[in-house]
């Protein structure tokens, strides 16, 4: 994005701020809809957003670890390797103890459905962060069958930089599927829902279809990543694994 001698600042980086950007304005729009000032939506930003990224990169890094040279590589984060299902946990885990802690006169799960759901903005975003990194591509498929692509996208998925296979095929954008998925869940989850859905919810309902939403995309879209983007302890497939457990966690939040 910006190259400036040593110094850049990288396009996944601005992705990645656009979706923070955009949840934060969401999410500040539905305190003040409900009687809060925008501070308690500050301070919330302040703990939970380091929170987040922490937990991406401890759960990369618990998935990769016999990558690392040194057990300190955990701090160059610079040097990449998030994975946001545990940046959701930290941040969420986080986010329940500020509001326990300092807002003791918000309900926390009026805030967890007016927070956690807006996640997904911030993860779509996110996911134009691995298109410009080259990151997150689905298994190789005959160019024919992706016509329906944009170009610049097409040219992108043919993997000419960080990985490479037969020039006749080309990578699905697994990125982009679940950009859109994440896209529809927020507006459902944000938009449509809590207006739709009266009678018979209650506080945290919409909070915990987050992870049952988020839990069975990935759960759908993991078996059609490119083998060089799985997450595996041993033989275990982690992110499957931790799609599981939001599924299963959500449905068991809303019981």
Known sequence: FIEIGDFSIKWYAVCILI???????????????????????????????????????????????????????????????LAIQGGVVLGFLVGVWYFRRFHKNINVLFAVDAIVPNILIAQVAGRWGNFFNQEVYGA????????WLPSFIRE???????????????????????????????????????????KGRVKGDIG?????????????????????????????????MTSILFIVGGVLGMV
């Open 156 to 198: 992108q998925m043919m993997g000419y930089s960080t990985i490479h296979w037969p020039a006749t095929q080309m990578a699905q954008p697994l990125f982009l599927y679940e950009s859109m998925c994440n896209f529809v869940g927020w507006i459902l989850l944000t938009f449509v829902l809590p207006k739709v859905w009266i």
């Open 140 to 147: 190789c498929v005959d160019p024919e069958k992706m016509k």
């Open 19 to 81: 979706g923070v950007v955009i949840c934060y304005i969401t999410v500040v729009h539905l305190f003040k809809k409900a009687g809060f000032k925008q501070d308690v939506v500050d301070g919330a930003l302040l703990v939970v957003l380091p929170a987040g990224i922490l937990g991406a990169r401890l759960w990369w890094c618990l998935s990769e670890w016999e990558s690392l040279n040194y057990w300190y590589e955990i701090f160059f984060i610079w040097k990449g390797g």
């Open 208 to 240: 915990c279809l987050y992870f049952v939403w988020y839990g069975i995309v990935r759960v759908i879209m993991e078996p059609l990543r490119h083998p060089e983007f799985i997450m595996q302890m041993g033989n275990i497939r982690t992110s499957v």
